[in-house]
């Protein structure tokens, strides 16, 4: 085979939880590009069509499905659904998230339901899916994590301009490389890899231009991430280029983590 088009996903099924945020968007655009069907999956069916229109317009084979991943019946219901509709699932995106709290002071009540969708649900995932492909003999399991999976906030970085976040999230996100390397070696023998990408700061809107400078001086590359910068490593992780990869935990983080 050549180098290119081992990277290629004509033929596979993909399913990416959360597909309509602003990770998921560029996930989900990606993998259709590189030639998979793909299914978008999470609680905002509405949002989902909304986008897979979008996609269908650019002549990419990607549909929306209804799921909650707090529940492990409705974990199961997705697994059906798309097996109705296709020979199999060979790549899985767990990118869904719950923002369940703001900050260090709220209720642990919301620290328990984030938990639901964020640490369960995600572990629900890929033991439905993951044992699936295991079945089979082959499969790409893809968590997307955080660089604060990786290290603790910079009290200077957010100082004055910006929270530095609830800490479900950092909980939430380092156990997530921990339990992407233990799904890596229980599903390794199968055929099965699992790996986890942990992206920088996105630039998104609504967030000051002080912080967006202080972030960029944190990288090496001197700015934070865009709408593309995800799309080759989610390409790579599912297709046959990483076929000897899996437990690995690689930042997408224009060096912030290297440092």
Excluded at 80 to 101: C, E, H, K, S
Excluded at 156 to 176: A, I, R, T
Excluded at 181 to 197: D, E, Q, Y
Excluded at 199 to 213: H, L, M
Aim: charged residues 20%.
């Amino acid at each position: 085979m050549h180098v290119l088009e081992s990277f290629r996903l004509d033929g596979k099924v993909a399913v990416v939880t959360g597909g309509a945020g602003l990770y998921g968007r560029q996930i989900t655009e990606a993998l259709a590009e590189a030639g998979a069907k793909t299914f978008m999956a999470s609680r905002n069916l509405e949002q989902l069509e909304q986008q897979v229109d979008a996609f269908r317009q650019a002549n990419l084979e990607v549909s929306a499905l209804q799921l909650d991943q707090s529940e492990e019946s409705s974990i199961k219901q997705l697994r059906r659904q798309i097996l109705d509709q296709t020979d199999g699932v060979d790549i899985l995106v767990n990118n869904a998230v719950l923002r369940a709290m703001t900050s260090w002071e709220e209720p642990a009540t919301n620290f328990a339901k984030s938990m639901e969708v964020n640490a369960t649900g995600v572990f629900m995932m890929m033991r439905e899916f993951g044992d699936y492909m295991a079945e089979r003999g082959h499969g790409s399991i893809i968590n997307i994590g955080s660089i604060y999976g990786m290290v603790g906030p910079d009290k200077w970085l957010y100082e004055g301009v910006s929270g530095m976040g609830p800490p479900d999230y950092y909980f939430h996100k380092g156990g997530m490389i921990q339990l992407t390397k233990f799904a890596a070696s229980k599903l390794g023998p199968h055929g099965v890899r699992v790996n986890v990408v942990n992206p920088g700061g996105y630039n998104p809107e609504g967030v000051s231009d002080e912080f967006k400078s202080r972030y960029a001086d944190r990288t090496f590359l001197g700015r934070m991430a865009n709408e593309t910068d995800l799309k080759g490593a989610i390409v790579f992780l599912a297709s046959d280029a990483s076929a000897y990869i899996t437990g690995a935990s690689i930042p997408v983080d224009a060096g912030l983590t290297a440092k």
